[in-house]
């Protein structure tokens, strides 16, 4: 592995960082560092919308802080795969989300969602973007 490969391994993973944070803090807007304006998102399997990402982005903004602003993701095994020229990568990226939400009686319950981030990522004039994001649910507990 050379120096320019774990350059972009470590831009890579500075971006799903980001994204993390973003959601998270529901600082949505920094989640234009991460994502390509085309950017195509599925989180369909977690009972969300599908689209472009001009159109997902308000509606995480819309729907997220059902959930309080207590989110918390945490991420592992992260693997990343170059095409041939490394100008484009295949990202997979372990995911844990507890998240409280209201219990209708005036307290808030966890509920988790464990999955898999399916990214494909592509070089740009503004660093390492995602194009593509699937959202894969292996697990949930609480809801």
Do not use: C
């Not at 988790?112 to 070089?123: D, K, S």
């Amino acid at each position: 592995m050379d120096i320019a490969e774990l350059s972009d391994r470590a831009e890579i993973n500075d971006a799903l960082i980001r994204y993390t944070i973003a959601i998270d803090t529901g600082e949505f807007d920094r989640l234009d560092t991460v994502f390509t304006p085309d950017a195509q998102i599925d989180y369909s399997e977690s009972g969300g919308t599908v689209g472009a990402y001009p159109e997902v982005k308000p509606w995480l903004a819309e729907n997220l802080p059902a959930f309080s602003a207590k989110r918390m993701h945490t991420l592992g095994q992260v693997a990343i795969s170059f095409g041939n020229p490394r100008d484009e990568a295949r990202v997979t990226a372990y995911f844990h989300n507890p998240m409280l939400i209201s219990d209708g009686a005036g307290g808030e319950r966890l509920v988790e969602v464990g999955g898999i981030y399916h990214h494909t990522f592509a070089r740009t004039d503004a660093g390492w973007r995602s194009r593509r994001l699937h959202e894969q649910v292996v697990w949930t507990r609480g809801f």
